[in-house]
């Protein structure tokens, strides 16, 4: 059974961290281009990060301040977020999908992406 499950968020002091796993079961994240998105409320899910074969995307928002990474032999996907906002609180979800057709223009998109986590909240406040 295929599964992703998000875990390490939390509430964190604006400037602070966190890393956010994303952990896979039923196959190998290795295979496959991994996202991570989140979502404010009232908005739609929007991407944040992606590692898809040898290449990393982020979006402009986290761009310096965030690190998508691979664990190969626990077969998870990290986030490592530095210098979080409050503009940063959402939840966030991972996503993945084959690595075909996932590109510097298309892997922001929810549609192409067939796995979800259930989603960890992140809250960033003073």
């Known amino acids: 059974q295929v599964q992703l499950v998000e875990s390490g968020g939390g509430l964190v002091q604006p400037g602070g961290s966190l890393r956010l796993s994303c952990a896979a079961s039923?196959?190998?994240?290795?295979?496959?281009?991994v996202t991570w998105f989140r979502q404010f409320p009232g908005k739609e899910r929007e991407g944040v990060s992606c590692?898809?074969?040898?290449?990393?995307y982020y979006a402009d928002s986290v761009k310096g301040r965030f690190t998508i990474s691979r664990d190969s032999p626990k077969n998870t996907v990290y986030l490592q977020m530095n210098s979080l906002k409050p503009e940063d609180t959402a939840v966030y979800y991972c996503a993945t999908t084959v690595p075909v057709g996932i590109t510097r223009s298309s892997w922001y998109e929810k549609r192409a992406y067939d796995y979800w986590g259930q989603g960890t909240q992140v809250t960033v406040s003073s």
């Open positions: 590692i898809s074969d040898s290449s990393t």
């Open positions: 039923g196959f190998t994240l290795d295979y496959y281009a």
